[in-house]
């Protein structure tokens, strides 16, 4: 029998979940395909679904390959809503660097790393001691939060309009200044907020929104 080639010794899970979330985040998942993967890999998809089924598994591994390292037992005795600011933050930027990441979160929630990520939001809103009650609906607010806040996020850095348009400063300025000319009887509230919008912080306004919810878990 003849040597196998280097090439295909060197093949192996890891290297093949890796590339792939290489893809995802340069171009999503509507561009991960076996065939553009075997390009990057320099190898063949038939080599390829010798360690990975199909699609489906693939985003399962690289989702669970980016979520599973940050999302480590808490240290004992820390204040819950801590754990849950910490956790959020580390999403938040998580999510920045791979954006496709909250899609695959919310598509499948019983994938094990996502499993892992609702326990570890969960176990620490189960620590601040809500209601029995009050438990499912605390914790997915929180979780459904995160990501959604974290993936409007991501999607506003690389949109079309960010890429080529004006910087995020000269377009939220635009967007106030727009404001300042609309009826303020009709439009109270924009009117009120123009100027904080045009200088607010993203990462600030996401964990300010998160003591909002925190606040009214404790309230209950």
């Known amino acids: 029998m003849p040597p196998r080639s280097r090439r295909t010794d060197a093949l192996s899970r890891d ?3 890796d590339a792939a979330i290489d893809l995802l985040d340069d171009s999503g998942a509507d ?13 063949g998809s038939g080599a390829i679904y010798h360690h990975i089924a199909g699609k489906d598994e693939l985003l399962a591994a690289a989702t669970d ?12 005795g820390r204040d819950p809503r801590e754990t849950i600011r910490g956790l959020a933050l580390t999403l938040f930027d998580t999510i920045d660097a791979h ?3 909250a899609t695959q979160v919310m598509a499948d ?13 969960g176990g620490a809103v ?4 809500p209601p029995e009650d009050a438990l499912f609906d605390a914790a997915t607010a929180i979780v459904g939060y995160v990501l959604g806040s974290a993936a409007q996020n991501a999607a506003n850095a690389r949109s079309d309009l960010a890429r080529s348009g004006p910087s995020r400063e000269e377009l939220l300025g635009g967007v106030a200044a727009r404001i300042g ?19 607010h912080d993203d990462r600030a306004q996401f964990l300010a929104g998160l003591d909002l919810l925190l606040a009214g878990i404790d309230a209950l």
């Open 99 to 101: 954006p496709w990441l």
């Open 109 to 121: 929630p019983g994938r094990p790393a996502n499993l892992l990520l609702s326990e570890r939001i």
């Open 31 to 43: 561009a991960l395909t076996f065939r553009a993967l075997g390009g990057a890999l320099n190898t």
């Open 15 to 17: 290297r093949i979940v």
């Open 65 to 76: 390959a980016v979520l599973r390292p940050i999302l480590a037992a808490p240290a004992g």
């Open 126 to 129: 189960l620590a601040m001691g």
């Open 181 to 199: 000319q609309l009826d303020p009887d009709e439009f109270p509230y924009l009117r009120r907020i123009a100027a904080t919008m045009a200088d």
